[in-house]
Structure formats: C-alpha cells, structure tokens
C-alpha cells in the first residue's frame, strides 16, 4: 500500500529523489489525469501527487496546510547501500544536512536531511 504526500512541485520532487536514492522514479497518470511520481523501491512505496490536486480534491482536509510546512512530524526513514557514495555527493553540491549519526554497534551510518517540500528524509545504510 503506498504512502501518498503532497509535492509543491513534481520536478523538484523528482530530481531531489532521484538524486538522493540514485535510482530512477516513475511518473504516472492516474484516473482524471492526476500526475503522480513514485518511488516503488520503498516500503512502504511512496508517492507523491501535486499539492494543487490535493487541495481541489480534498479541500476541507487541507485547508491548513498553508500554515504549517508539509512534512511537519513525518519521518521518512530510506535505506541505501550507497550511502557513502550519496554523503560524498551531498557535502561536494553543499547540501545541508542536520544530522550525521553513526552507530558502530551495529555498523550503520544515517544522514537527516529536508526533501524540497520539507518532509524530513533519514538516509540509512552501512558504514
């Protein structure tokens, strides 16, 4: 069952994700010519569908959102097994990151992160 969020913009959502996880994201149209981008190497699987069709389709659902940043409390935890790699390319292109965890007890590495729509994204995978 997919996990289903907002984007302001496909694009950016697209090149942030598809940067991040080094993979390629699909894009689809669902019924009504809804444009969605998904991630299905995720688990759950994510998608994201445009905040303007959120916001026509679910007005009273979101009526608040433009008062509060879109990822406020969710944590999207993502594994990697290049997260070496990524963390190099992060700190070359001058991205912040707002954690760097380490835990040598179980050989595992994390990085925290904002996505472009402020989910915040936790990066895993080995050290």
Do not use: C
């Amino acid at each position: 069952m997919p996990l289903t969020l907002a984007a302001h913009n496909l694009d950016f959502t697209e090149t942030f994700y598809r940067d991040l996880l080094e993979q390629p994201l699909r894009r689809t149209l669902q019924p009504g010519a809804m444009p969605v981008l998904e991630l299905p190497a995720t688990e759950p699987w994510l998608r994201f569908v445009p905040l303007a069709v959120f916001q026509r389709r679910h007005p009273l659902l979101l009526e608040t959102l433009d008062r509060k940043p879109l990822g406020q409390g969710l944590l999207l935890q993502l594994e990697t097994p290049n997260l070496r790699r990524i963390l190099s390319r992060l700190r070359r292109e001058g991205i912040q990151l707002l954690y760097e965890l380490e835990d040598e007890e179980h050989r595992r590495r994390e990085i925290w992160l904002y996505d472009p729509d402020h989910y915040l994204v936790a990066l895993s995978g080995p050290l």
